[in-house]
């Protein structure tokens, strides 16, 4: 799943090129699509559905805790803010979840490659990164759908910073946006849609990173 949907992705901003542009193609999308391996995804997993993250609720340590994973990841790979210099995260007041993040606020937590060709025109990627914390003592580490969606994309985006970085990236733009409050009601989408920090009419596409075991 995560190299079909990276491979999508890819082919829809870079294997359009023109004749003139053919020649200085060094490397293909599969090369690229190679460097997600199993290893890296599970190395990630384990951290970010680990015990430490506290089944990363709405608002509460655990989502503050996976949202700085996230943020550091794109800081590490070099993969820019939208918003401002090392600013990744896109704040959700608490008010706006009605009660069930308990009053706390929360974070989109986004990131973006600009596009060489067509850099208004944006292509999201997006998972949500939250899930339902704690019950009774128990953590609910959330390792299917948010956990896995959330390190696919993350390694989607580094493989897609490397093929910039190799003069081979994307022709659109390209939004990772991670969201928060799926599990308790989509709220993390929702501020999204209406609060975008680009032009919904420039939006081509969303493609959802999401994988159940």
Not at 117 to 137: C, F, M, Q, R
Request: charged share 20%; proline share 3%.
């Amino acid at each position: 799943m995560t190299r079909f949907l990276f491979l999508l992705a890819l082919t829809l901003n870079v294997s359009c090129n023109t004749a003139q542009n053919t020649q200085s193609i060094k490397k293909t999308t599969e090369d690229y699509a190679k460097t997600i391996t199993s290893e890296a995804l599970k190395t990630h997993l384990y951290t970010f559905a680990g015990d430490q993250m506290e089944g990363r609720m709405t608002g509460e340590n655990g989502n503050n805790k996976a949202a700085e994973y996230l943020r550091n990841f794109y800081i590490d790979h070099g993969i820019d803010a939208p918003i401002e210099e090392k600013n990744y995260y896109q704040t959700i007041p608490g008010s706006y979840f009605n009660g069930g993040s308990k009053g706390n606020p929360s974070q989109n937590v986004v990131a973006m490659i600009k596009g060489s060709e067509k850099p208004e025109e944006i292509i999201v990627l997006s998972a949500h990164y939250d899930h339902v914390g704690t019950e009774n003592g128990e953590i609910y580490n959330g390792a299917d759908d948010d956990g896995s969606g959330t390190v696919a994309l993350i390694e989607i985006a580094r493989a897609f910073q490397q093929a910039k970085n190799e003069g081979n990236g994307p022709k659109r733009s390209i939004l990772l946006l991670h969201v928060t409050g799926e599990e308790i009601g989509l709220y993390g989408s929702r501020y999204y849609t209406e609060n975008p920090l680009f032009p919904l009419a420039n939006t081509i596409t969303n493609l959802k990173c999401r994988y159940d075991w």
